[in-house]
């Protein structure tokens, strides 16, 4: 079965700085996709990005890029210039390519941003 | 945003009563989803719906059900409500089970306390 592990339960950063979430997963699959997805206090989950594991190339989205490393299975996600909206939960998750697949979610990182 | 909406959106109820959450989606998509959220475990898959009528088991279905009898509805019932199913259920939905149209959307949550 696949596991996600984000090992890091907090992180802050300061307003305009730039901060790296971590993230690892465990799989014995070749083609999967990964995500991060965002959940502030209004409790909605936002998807953020996602990465297909068959793309070398890093996903970004404005702000938001990943760092994957498929090898290592490593995927973390870096934001740039923080803003104080970026305050939220963050889950890293997995699904593989498959028919029927389901999300496999890490336990999430909750992130602050001092002003 | 996607036409999720989760209903009721916040419950208390007595240890041993029966308890029913609605989703409901105006997307038509084949598939649908209940999660529970609880801290330290991020979200864990209750049941899945691939059709009307067709439903199966997630990681942490014992003590739940689900009907799905129309496809724009699933239906998750707490057949006797204990206080370890005290949590935040969310519904999600997608177009399909495999690849990119498997993206999921997720609904607003449900916030069920049982005492």
């Known amino acids: 079965a696949q596991t996600v592990t984000q090992s890091q339960p907090e992180m802050s950063v300061q307003e305009a700085e730039t901060v790296t979430l971590s993230c690892t997963y465990d799989?014995?699959?070749?083609?999967?996709?990964l995500f991060w997805y965002k959940q502030p206090p209004s409790r909605q989950m936002i998807l953020v990005i996602r990465?297909?594991?068959?793309?070398?190339q890093n996903a970004t989205e404005n702000r938001f890029s990943v760092n994957f490393q498929k090898a290592a299975k490593s995927f973390s996600l870096k934001i740039s210039d923080s803003q104080l909206g970026d305050a939220a939960m963050y889950f890293c998750?997995?699904?593989?390519?498959?028919?029927?697949?389901?999300?496999?979610f890490g336990k999430g990182i909750t992130l602050s941003v001092r002003p | 945003d996607a036409g999720i909406t989760q209903s009721p959106r916040h419950k208390v109820t007595e240890t041993g009563t029966p308890v029913t959450l609605r989703c409901h989606q105006t997307?038509?998509?084949?598939?649908m989803y209940w999660y529970r959220q609880d801290p330290g475990h991020g979200l864990r898959l209750i049941h899945y719906?691939?059709?009307?009528?067709?439903?199966d088991k997630g990681e942490v279905s014992d003590g739940y059900s689900v009907s799905r009898s129309k496809t724009e509805d699933f239906l998750l019932t707490l057949e006797s409500a204990t206080s370890s199913q005290t949590s935040v259920y969310f519904c999600?939905?997608?177009?399909?089970?495999?690849?990119?149209?498997?993206?999921?959307?997720f609904g607003p949550g449900t916030r069920l306390t049982v005492t």
């Open positions: 799989t014995s699959e070749s083609d999967y996709y």
């Open positions: 997307e038509n998509h084949r598939y």
């Open positions: 999600a939905i997608s177009a399909d089970g495999g690849g990119l149209a498997a993206e999921q959307y």
């Open positions: 990465q297909e594991a068959y793309k070398q």
């Open positions: 998750a997995y699904r593989s390519a498959g028919a029927n697949s389901k999300l496999t």
């Open positions: 719906s691939y059709g009307v009528k067709d439903t």
